[in-house]
Every structure is written in C-alpha cells, then in structure tokens.
C-alpha cells in the first residue's frame, strides 16, 4: 500500500519479467552472481501456502476474531477481549502474502499457478475486508499506476471475490501445479476449495442480500452445482499439515513458551449444555505436562470471558486445570490447521436450504454437517439423541423471510453448530456472531471502550491517513454518521440481535 512498497512491486517485475536492464550506477559491486533474480512461481506459492492457515488461526487478525466470537479468553494481559481499540496495520498482507501471490499472477506461467494464486488471494481478501470493511482491492498491488489505490466499497470486493472464484475454477486445466503444499499439486483439490470458499463467501451476504434470485444466492447455487464439485469429505478439506521443525503448527506455537488464551468459558458452557462431545478435544487442560509434545488431557473449565487482569489472573490461579485451546495432541508441531472444512461446507448448504436458496433434505444435510465436524476431529458421530435435544433438533425450512432475522429455532441451531464447527477459526467464529446474532454473546464485563460493545470490526491505522488521505476519507465517509469506528458493522452486517 505504501509508496515504496508499490514501486518495489512494479520495478521487480521490470527487472526480472520484462528483461529491461538494471540499474548501473554502481556497475556490478554488490551483485551476487549466485542469487536468483527472477522469482520463482513454485516457491512463491509454497511461501504464501505455508503461511495461509495463520489467517484462520493464530495471526493477529483471526485472534482478535476468536476473541470477538468468545472462542478465546486471555489469561494474562487482557486488551483485545476488552475491546480495546482493534488498529491492525493491513499493509504487510499487501506487501506481502499479495505481493508474492500478484508476482505468480503477473508471471503467467501457467494457467493452474495463476488460478491458485488468485484463490488464496481472494481468501486473504475475504478476510481482510470482513475485518476491515471497504478496502483497496481494484486498485490495489499495480505499482506506479496507483500509488494512492482507492478504497473499493465491501460490497464491490464481495462481487469481485465471488468472480475472481468463479473464472479462476473455470481456467484450470489438468496439469500439476508446483509447490503445491495443500493438495500436493492436484488441481481438483483447488477446485473444489474455490468452490466452498464460494459457497461461504456468498452465504455470508445472506442477511443483507436474502432474495432467493440476488446475485448471492445465484454465486451460492452456481458454486453448489459446479461440474468440479465442493468439499464433501475431511479427505478433501482446505488443510495445512506441518512437517514442524522450521514450519511448526501454529497452535503449536500459541502455547511453545507462553500461555496468554484459554478456551473461553462461553464455548465450555455451550458444549456442555448440549452434551457436545467435541469438548474433549477442543480444550486441553493447562496442567497437562504434554503440553508441547502431544499430550492428551482435556478440560472443559473455560476461562470466563472479558475479565480485567485481576479477574482472571485470580481465576487461574485458583483453577489450574482450565482450559487452553484445544487438546494438547490437536496442535503438535506437526498438527493439521484446517482453512475450509466439509462441515463448514455442508452446514453452509443446510443454512441455504433453510432460507430457500436451494433444495434438499434439511435435516439430512444437517447431520452430515455435525458428523462431518465430529469425525475431523477424530470422534465418532453423536448418538441419535444429541439431535433430538430442543438445542439441536429443526423442524421444516423456514423459509427465505428469516434471512433477514435468524430468529428462529432452525436459524438459531445451524448457526450455532456453524459456529462450533469453525472452532477455532477465530474468522469464521466472528462472521457467523455478526451476520446471525447466534450465539448470544454477552459483552465482556470489563469492556475498556465507550459502547462497552463487542467490536465489529477493525479502524484504519493513522499510517493510512498519511498515505493514503483522500482515499481513506472517502471510506470513512461512507461508514455511519462518517465516523472511522469500531462499533460500525460492514456492509453485510446488520447487527441482528436477539
């Protein structure tokens, strides 16, 4: 986003790319003869590849997410669960993950690298402008031709992700595609991850753009029905397993060293009013002496959420069996971090065959989803009464009239077991608490910001008001009373309460 950062783009593509000559103002003095000089497609790939499950883990942004969906407690110093202001700086992911990915795209060889490239990309975008709202996208990663990129309106981004998807799965080819990290080259894999991430793109538009013929229950359905398929079983899942050493899982390393979160006592409590058995994989208890080398003690005495330091310090202190994020055999060095899952998948069909969208057994679509979620986690499917509980159970599709409330008991059950099959998708959790208002989350008691409400979404830094003035103005224009707050909701947001 920044000048130097965008000239660095175009003048690298120059060099290597295009075949002008370098710079020789200081003739050959400090070339290496050895280095490599044009960048490399596959190793580009698996670099942004290797980094990728961090934006559904444990990077900055989905942290602040699993703490906004009461995934995660702090156990130390606690600021982002008490709402203090969310300033995430967003140019490294363009300087970065996006550049990396733009240098695939720009370098055209072939037709599988440049559609991977732009699925990851419009994944980080996903992320990105569901935490941020309005964002560069249009404009964003040309070099000199937009030093000051304008910000494109999230509904604009949404459009451009879920077409970006579509022609990117329709450009794939039958070759391998190298430096493949995720599906070892295999280009159905991509097709069906583009695919799903359609599907939750455009299931996520649903209380803002309910109608059964809107542009998001059109890219909903013309994803369903792609000759390349979604993801259907864990085989095929969106998934990052870690050889560990240098590349170790990032839960992994959320606890090699420090202890900051623990499983919040919201999620503790809702598994165990359900009788849910995945509580036993999804906290591990802190005493457990296998911390980092995969041990297998569980608890479900979560950290209550949103206390002051001297609250929950004293709550530590005096239950030294609570809960940390997952079992501690979930996230080894070499642990699996899923991106897209099939019960995300398929529960994002139950969702849309409960408000119309689409056709299907409802129920049957539903249970899948739950076992799907079951069986990722190693578990064996839940007994037939865990469905029949008042929690669990649905009745007929509603209908496409409550997309615009998700007051029902329906609504309100699949969005709660979307939101347990995210776990711990910090993301995905916070996406499902703003669009359905399920779960009921309450605040956090010791809130440090005015509303003393959970944060929809992030703030510009000031960085982007010295770089980009008239063009970050020009989005703060557009959000509520004009006003660059982080009580604001994004476009598809429309603060369901219940």
Not at 177 to 191: N, V
Not at 317 to 342: C, E, F, Q, W
Not at 364 to 388: C, H, K, M, V
Not at 488 to 498: A, G, L, Q
Request: charged letters at 15%; hydrophobic letters at 35%.
């Amino acid at each position: 986003m920044k000048k130097r950062y965008l000239y660095t783009l175009t003048t690298l593509l120059i060099w290597a790319v295009a075949g002008c000559k370098k710079p020789s103002d200081f003739g050959n003095a400090n070339v290496d003869p050895s280095a490599t000089t044009t960048p490399i497609v596959s190793a580009l790939l698996a670099n942004v590849e290797q980094g990728l499950p961090g934006y559904a883990s444990t990077n900055t942004e989905p942290i602040y997410g699993a703490q906004y969906a009461q995934y995660f407690s702090e156990t130390q110093y606690p600021s982002s669960s008490l709402y203090v202001l969310p300033s995430v700086n967003f140019v490294p992911t363009y300087s970065g993950s996006l550049y990396d990915l733009q240098n695939v795209i720009n370098l055209n060889q072939s037709k599988n690298s440049v559609a991977v490239a732009k699925i990851m990309q419009q994944y980080i975008y996903w992320v990105l402008t569901d935490s941020f709202g309005d964002l560069p996208y249009s404009q964003a990663l040309l070099g000199i031709k937009s030093i000051t990129p304008v910000y494109d309106k999230q509904e604009d981004i949404y459009k451009g992700i879920l077409a970006t998807l579509t022609s990117a799965v329709a450009s794939m080819d039958a070759a391998p595609i190298a430096g493949d990290l995720f599906y070892g080259g295999d280009p159905a894999g991509w097709k069906r991850a583009a695919n799903s991430l359609r599907m939750l793109v455009a299931i996520q538009l649903s209380a803002k753009v309910p109608g059964t013929s809107d542009y998001a229950a059109t890219a909903f359905k013309a994803a369903q029905s792609d000759p390349a398929g979604y993801i259907t079983t864990n085989a095929q899942n969106f998934a990052l397993t870690y050889p560990g050493g240098t590349f170790k899982d990032p839960y992994y390393n959320l606890y090699n060293g420090r202890t900051d979160y623990g499983e919040s006592k919201t999620m503790t409590d809702i598994t165990g009013s359900l009788g849910d058995g995945r509580t036993v994989v999804f906290g591990g208890a802190f005493t457990d002496p296998g911390q980092t080398t995969g041990g297998t003690q569980t608890s479900a005495v979560g950290v209550p959420y949103g206390l002051d330091r001297g609250g929950v310090t004293a709550f530590t202190g005096a239950n030294p069996g609570y809960a940390l994020v997952l079992r501690a055999d979930k996230r080894t060095d070499k642990g699996t971090v899923v991106i897209i899952s099939a019960a995300e998948t398929v529960l994002a069909i139950a969702e849309a065959i409960n408000i119309g969208w689409t056709t299907g057994d409802l129920n049957g679509t539903y249970q899948s989803g739950i076992n799907l979620s079951f069986e990722q986690w190693g578990l064996a499917d839940p007994s037939a009464n865990y469905f029949t509980q008042s929690g669990v159970a649905l009745g007929a599709p509603d209908g496409n009239s409550v997309a615009t409330t998700y007051a029902t008991a329906n609504a309100k059950n699949i969005a709660i077991q979307q939101w347990l099959a995210a776990y711990p998708d910090g993301h995905m959790g916070w996406n499902i608490w703003r669009k359905t208002g399920w779960p009921k989350l309450t605040p956090a008691p010791g809130a440090q910001n005015s509303s003393r409400q959970i944060v929809r979404r992030f703030v510009y830094t000031p960085s982007e008001y010295t770089t980009n003035t008239v063009n970050v103005k020009a989005a703060v224009a557009r959000e509520p009373g004009g006003v660059d707050s982080q009580d604001n909701p994004v476009f598809w947001d429309i603060k369901i309460t219940h």
